[in-house]
């Protein structure tokens, strides 16, 4: 049987009066990569930041290897081996490179050393004087993806990592992503370009208005297409 990482029961969620996630219910197994579809304004960003306590009011259940998490402040989440990469990035641009790597607290056992994460991201050790304001965005992404390794967390959240990036840069986030699942990394990805998460991904769920209304699996993916084209316009 499959070890479950993560499980969400009936997760509601608020921003001020704004309710957001309306009952959200699902699943990620130790070791999978797991994508969250849906348009914009689906819920699904807020899924992601429901689980690390970034949200105003949360009702529901969040449970990180069996623990309940959902009134566990966010650096008490942190220290459960979750791992969270936002959508704006968030890179100090006033520290270099390297500084902005060792900067995060190792909040869980067996995170990258600086040398690990510069064997899997060349470009951070080609720019590692740098300062943030000096990287493009795909190297940007790199180090906010790499930040979050350098913790220890084994579950990683990635939020839309791939978005406004250069092709061969995409390429080598998904190589990326295909690395960590390999080293056992449980991933749940946040993706609005479809042709980048399809092939990466070992099970889907689709959003609508706050809750989850299609899950499926990558086998099943090419009988799907009917159902993601009525829903995403894929």
């Given amino acids: 049987m499959p070890t479950e990482m993560l499980r969400i029961e009936d997760l509601q969620a608020w921003y001020?009066?704004?309710?957001?996630?309306?009952g959200v219910n699902l699943t990620v197994n130790e070791g999978?990569?797991?994508?969250?579809?849906?348009?914009?304004?689906?819920?699904?960003?807020?899924?992601?930041?429901?689980?690390?306590g970034l949200t105003g009011a949360r009702k529901g259940s969040i449970r990180i290897r069996g623990e309940e998490a959902i009134r566990l402040a966010s650096h008490k989440v942190a220290r459960l081996g979750?791992?969270?990469?936002?959508?704006?990035?968030?890179?100090?641009?006033?520290l270099s490179t390297q500084e902005n790597l060792r900067l995060p607290p190792v909040t869980?056992?067996?995170?990258?050393?600086?040398?690990?994460i510069y064997a899997m991201f060349p470009n951070l050790k080609e720019r590692a004087a740098s300062p943030g304001t000096r990287?493009?965005?795909?190297?940007?992404?790199m180090l906010a993806v790499a930040?979050?390794?350098?913790?220890?967390?084994?579950?990683?959240?990635?939020?839309?990592?791939?978005?406004?990036?250069?092709p061969v840069i995409v390429q080598k986030l998904a190589e990326t992503i295909r690395t960590?699942?390999?080293?056992?990394?449980?991933?749940?990805?946040?993706?609005?370009?479809?042709?980048?998460?399809?092939p990466l991904a070992d099970r889907f769920y689709v959003m609508e208005h706050g809750r989850i209304v299609q899950q499926f699996e990558q086998r099943e993916l090419a009988d799907k297409m009917d159902m993601l084209h009525?829903?995403?316009g894929v």
């Fill in 135 to 141: 990287l493009s965005g795909g190297e940007q992404q």
């Fill in 82 to 94: 979750v791992g969270y990469c936002p959508e704006e990035r968030g890179i100090f641009s006033s």
């Fill in 16 to 22: 001020g009066e704004s309710h957001i996630l309306h």
């Fill in 230 to 232: 009525e829903f995403l």
């Fill in 32 to 52: 999978e990569v797991v994508c969250l579809l849906g348009r914009n304004g689906a819920g699904r960003t807020t899924t992601l930041r429901a689980i690390v």
């Fill in 147 to 166: 930040r979050i390794l350098r913790t220890g967390a084994r579950l990683l959240l990635l939020d839309e990592i791939s978005e406004g990036l250069a």
């Fill in 180 to 198: 960590l699942k390999a080293r056992g990394y449980t991933i749940m990805l946040v993706e609005q370009n479809f042709r980048f998460a399809a």
């Fill in 108 to 116: 869980a056992q067996g995170g990258m050393s600086v040398d690990e």
